[in-house]
């Protein structure tokens, strides 16, 4: 199906010279009503592209440094109330739980683990979390620090952030991850809000098991997609917003179900699932 919509070309290197060649090419390929053309992005406004197009054009994209957004003409920012996002690889350059293993030689043993479950490869997500965290029992909780010491916002995300902030717009982390990380990037960025996993220490020692609780509403065991999902439906209830005016933005296969609720749903550099 072909419809008419706005092409958004944000580079995260800049405006290089094969940028400037894959917004040349689309120019010439869907040929948009209007250009919009600022120091960090380019728009074209009306232009017919399907589906199919969109997909090659985000794939050609991937390889330029450069992200590409295919949006409703008539989506204003002004029209989002609410932001969520994922933390691993989307808000940060790092998968946490896979750093944290790697601190003590257990990385490439979590890092298959999380690459065949965000792929979608492993179906149940609970499970694989257990058993990711259950590769850290007994090891020191200082491996935190180093993770916290180590991570970096994704290029953008501070400015980004930021700027939805000066706007008014409520802003959140909702992650599979760890509390003790989510809580203090969600501090750092000034954001609203955060939702995620807590994992269970005992002492100085991590038990490879978590608490139980999840920090926001109606706590579970286990926060997964399901849970993001839930997590973003009644917040919107408790701020009385539409799923509408709700961007959700994430990379894996447990950030489908809240990006498909949402009115804006945006995959991130997203693996293939």
Known sequence: ????????????????????TLVHDALGDFKPEAIEHTASYVRLLGVNVSEVQADALRSRASETACDVFCVANDLKFADIEALFFDMDSTLVNSETLDEMAAIYGL????AKI????????IKDYPASL???????????????????????????VESWIAFCREKGKKTYVVSSGFTV???RLADCLQMTGYHTNEIEIEGDTL????TGAVTGMNGAPIMDGAGKKEFVRQTCEELRISPARVLCAGDGSNDVAMVAFAGVGVGFRPKKV
């Open 1 to 20: 199906m072909t419809l008419s919509k706005t092409l958004v070309f944000y580079p995260t290197q800049g405006f290089t010279p094969a940028f400037k």
């Open 107 to 110: 990385g490439e043993a979590c």
């Open 114 to 121: 999380t690459a065949d479950t965000m792929a979608g490869i």
């Open 130 to 156: 257990r058993a990711r965290v259950a590769l850290l029992k007994g090891l020191p909780a200082k491996a935190i620090e180093t993770v916290w010491e180590n991570m970096r916002p994704n290029p953008g």
């Open 181 to 183: 990380l989510a809580s």
């Open 207 to 210: 038990t490879g098991r978590f």
